[in-house]
């Protein structure tokens, strides 16, 4: 019997309209009588998604967790109880910053508190608006960061082809962190190893539960490493058609349509 649910937000709970059906709430609540854990995985931050939690009835609730920023952190949802963290190095993180100003994108850096976006185009803004918390910055370096947590930095432009140009250029300076792609406009990087599938895989490994009795939902390829990683490895429909083919099953419903809820009645509490 599946333990632990891995699910990432944006585009597959979450709807296009930003909210949650009322049938994926009420599946996802349903799983605690089961003793089943429904765990958001985000490339966000976990102080982002506690409107979410509440929606869920998981915040603030012990033995109840959050994956957040690709696998770079793992919380206990009972006073944000940190039990894993793995960020960026300053250096990489201003050297990734340094070279994204020279680019047509919106430069993010995120630490455990906050995100701090560079060229925070108009376009962005609105796709952020109620999302999370984002403070807009001028400066040509990360001075004003030295000292603190780094978790990651992404850079934002709705042209893939774009970002695939990208990834290509900064390979002299990447390889020893991993890069993803997720909601159709983010190039991700994180420190090498921090992905959603090391995350799930270290969260059960916290919870003592086999990785095969896990899934993962997901739609984008910031997702695929949970995907490859859990039991059932599980995406939406309307996840990007380059991963489909990894994936074990895809839903017949899209996230506005309520995929989790047909994945939990169909797989978990079947």
Do not use: W
Request: hydrophobic share 35%; with cysteine.
């Amino acid at each position: 019997m599946y333990k632990l649910i891995a699910c990432d937000l944006d585009e597959t709970l979450l709807k296009l309209d930003r909210t949650i059906s009322a049938e994926d709430i009420e599946a996802i609540k349903r799983l605690k009588d089961y003793n089943i854990h429904f765990v958001p995985a985000t490339g966000r931050g976990f102080n982002s998604v506690y409107g979410t939690l509440k929606e869920l009835g998981l915040y603030d609730e012990e033995n109840e967790y959050v994956i957040s920023y690709n696998g770079g952190a793992i919380t206990e949802n009972k006073g944000d109880k940190i039990l894993y963290f793995k960020g960026l190095s300053f250096e990489k993180a201003e050297e990734l910053y340094k070279r994204g100003l020279d680019y047509d994108v919106c430069v993010h850096v995120y630490t455990m508190d906050m995100v701090y976006a560079y060229n925070f185009v108009q376009k962005e803004k609105d796709y952020l608006a109620s999302r999370m918390a984002i403070e807009e910055i001028y400066d040509k370096n990360l001075d004003f960061l030295k000292g603190q947590d780094i978790v990651k930095v992404l850079y934002m432009n709705t042209d893939y082809s774009y970002l695939k140009n990208i990834e290509e250029d900064l390979r002299d300076i990447t390889g020893d962190i991993d890069v993803s792609y997720s909601s159709n406009r983010y190039i991700e990087f994180n420190s090498k190893g921090v992905n959603k599938g090391n995350g799930l895989r270290k969260l059960a490994g916290i919870l003592n539960i086999d990785i095969k009795d896990t899934v993962a939902i997901g739609d984008n390829f910031n997702d695929l490493p949970m995907i490859e990683t859990a039991g059932l490895g599980v995406g939406v429909k309307n996840t990007v058609e380059d991963m489909k083919h990894f994936c074990d099953v895809i839903t017949e419903g899209t996230c506005d349509q309520s995929a989790v809820a047909e994945v939990i009645y169909k797989y978990v509490l079947k």
